[in-house]
């Protein structure tokens, strides 16, 4: 039988309405009644009906995070640290992904969803910087996440992608590296994960003195181990001589090192490899795989709590944030100099 707000009251010596006043934090209440009720709480396992405190307090305690893609590991982990982050602040996490299809970027921002969350953590791939009024009528609380609309109507939380990517490829020139390859480029993008990180992988080379060569610039789909492993067999088939490699995710760095060590390359000895987005696999492969760290941890955090603000001023006018999470350089066997 799942317990009752009559059990907890009955346990804690109260009344039905003190326990009500105590789930819903009402503040003129004894900390000693306070903390009998909390005791029968946690004693008796009770948990609040949601969806009727929502009724009574007009919110949910619940979020929205709208991301692309499941099946790609920063996008999974980004969700645990969200989860985390939210429950850390009292608040449950609806998880739903658009597959990177437009129109379903946009129906997950309208329609009965918005009436069941206080909040939307929204993370989009379809949509684009022209893009950017479409937002302007979601009058639920929202925070971007990505890379996709830049300078929209509300908060900003992305990563440092240009100057990530410009830090691994500085890492392999560091080591000496003067032909990198890259794995995970789109054709023409600009505004988007590949085209900013190619833009800092650029960028690296300009600074160092080495030129840019197309010929080492692999193109991809997905962002998947399949796309990283296809890229590579293109690479090595083209007769592309390279001595580094950077792929801009993790995922597309594990199917492009397999290749490489089924055609008998070494590495790093042969080939020094950086991934991007520091996914828990990264440190159990073999050779261990060096990536940047692009902060999911204070993306998740900062998201979180600009999201609680608006929600927690109706009606207030919050001027537009943008908040780019520090990133790191997790060198790991992939990229060490060569033992002679």
Known sequence: ??????????????????????????????????????????????????????????????????????????????????????????????????????????????????????????????????????????????????????HGPTDHVTMQNTEGARAATAHLIGLGRTRIAVVGAHRGEVIGSAGLRLAGYREALADAGIAYDDELVGEVGGWYRSGGAQAMRLLLDSGARFDGLVAFNDSMALGAMRVMQEAGLRIPDDVAVIGYDDIDETRYTLPTLSTIDPGKEEIAEVAVRYLLERIGNPGAVIEPREHLAAYRVVVRESSTLPQN
Do not use: C, W
């Open 1 to 150: 039988m799942s317990i009752t707000m009559h059990d907890v009251a009955r346990l804690a010596g109260v009344s039905i309405k003190t326990v009500s006043n105590v789930v819903n934090d009402y503040p003129h209440i004894r900390p000693e009644t306070r903390d009998r009720v909390n005791s029968a709480i946690d004693e008796l396992g009770y948990r609040p009906n949601l969806i009727a405190r929502g009724l009574r307090s007009g919110r949910t305690g619940v979020i929205s995070l709208i991301i692309p893609d499941l099946r790609n590991a920063y996008f999974a982990e980004l969700a645990d640290v969200v989860m985390r982050a939210a429950d850390a602040q009292g608040l449950s996490v609806i998880i739903e992904q658009s597959g990177a299809d437009r129109d379903r970027e946009i129906g997950l921002l309208g329609g009965e969803r918005k009436q069941k969350v206080d909040g939307i953590l929204y993370s989009a791939l379809a949509l684009g910087e022209d893009d950017a009024h479409i937002l302007n009528d979601v009058t639920t609380p929202l925070v971007l996440l990505g890379e996709r609309i830049f």
